[in-house]
């Protein structure tokens, strides 16, 4: 059986494309990788690479030894940090996902007065926000689509429109709905550039034969925010992620020119006593404020 320095090396070749730069992130020297891949490639049996110019491209075989990589490291990260939290007091503390739409962090402060227990904050990519909660790499997390799963339960904490969010000097920031041209005119900042069932990619754009042409992925609400505030370009939201900018006068939301049902929130968590201590004010906190 290989070692796990093997699989994190794996790791880092299929993140960083070359062996110099994967050999650079885990502190290798690159002599020292090239003959750690061939000790596992002489060990297994099996090609794991094939070259492509300078980069090392994954075969069959080395996809799946990648696979159980990205699934297994997070959990060893995580119970050797826990290990190391249990040796200096009672409890490890919670582990809260924080997925794009972060504009609800100035609520986190209030988490500290409702108990005792710590909260880690983890910033999660929107592709690995699932994966994070169904793997026990975080606790809590909100979010719109909640895996099915033994050991998981949720609260409902708010249904929310998706909206435009335009400039307040934007020439249709006083319109009465936005049509779907106005985010192929300028920069249109969106946290995901996947089209998603149900959304504006189905009910807004596509009618109407329209997909942005200049689409900017930042993962991050909040930043978009700022963004469109600072007039470098428009976005399509969830309204309650928007309206504490819009109350400031920083930005202005306005309807969308389509028919789309509003988007449930939930907060998902473990199913488990302790979390439950921490996710059931927090989910109250959200329904009030949201």
């Known amino acids: 059986m290989l070692d796990i320095k093997y699989y994190v090396l794996i ?10 730069d994967a050999a650079a992130a885990i502190g290798l020297t690159q002599p020292a990788a090239t003959h750690r891949v061939r000790e596992m490639e002489r060990r297994l049996g099996v090609s794991l690479f094939i070259r492509e110019g300078r980069r090392l ?34 409890e490890p ?7 794009p739409y972060d504009t609800f962090a100035h609520i986190i402060p209030s988490l500290y007065d409702q108990h005792d227990r710590d909260v880690d904050l983890v910033r999660l990519p929107m592709r690995e926000m699932t ?23 949720y609260e409902s904490v708010f249904e929310a429109p998706l909206v435009a969010v335009l400039p307040p000097s934007h020439a249709y920031a006083n319109a009465s709905v936005i049509p779907p041209q106005v985010f192929d005119e300028g920069r249109h900042f969106t946290y995901s550039t996947s089209p998603e069932a149900g959304h ?12 942005p042409s200049h689409m900017i992925q930042i993962e991050s609400v909040s930043l978009i925010l700022e963004l469109v505030a600072a007039g470098k370009g428009v976005s399509i939201l969830s309204q309650w992620a928007a309206q504490d900018a819009h109350r400031a006068g920083k930005v202005a939301i306005r309807p969308l020119a389509a028919d ?15 979390v439950a201590e921490v996710a059931t004010p927090l989910a109250s906190t959200l329904r009030a404020l949201y």
């Open 200 to 211: 504006e990619f189905e009910h807004f754009f596509q009618p109407a034969g329209i997909y």
């Open 93 to 99: 503390a919670l582990r809260m996902g924080i997925g």
């Open 260 to 274: 789309i049902a509003p988007i449930p929130w939930y907060l998902a968590y473990a199913d488990e006593p302790h």
């Open 57 to 90: 491209v994954l075969t069959s075989p080395g996809k799946r030894l990648l696979a159980t990589a990205r699934e297994v490291l997070p959990q060893l990260q995580t119970a050797e940090h826990e290990a190391w939290q249990l040796a200096r007091r009672v």
């Open 11 to 20: 790791d880092a070749i299929a993140t960083h494309g070359t062996l110099q």
């Open 131 to 153: 994966a994070a909660l169904l793997s026990r790499r975080v606790d809590i997390i909100l979010m719109i689509d909640v895996p099915s799963q033994r050991g998981l339960t």
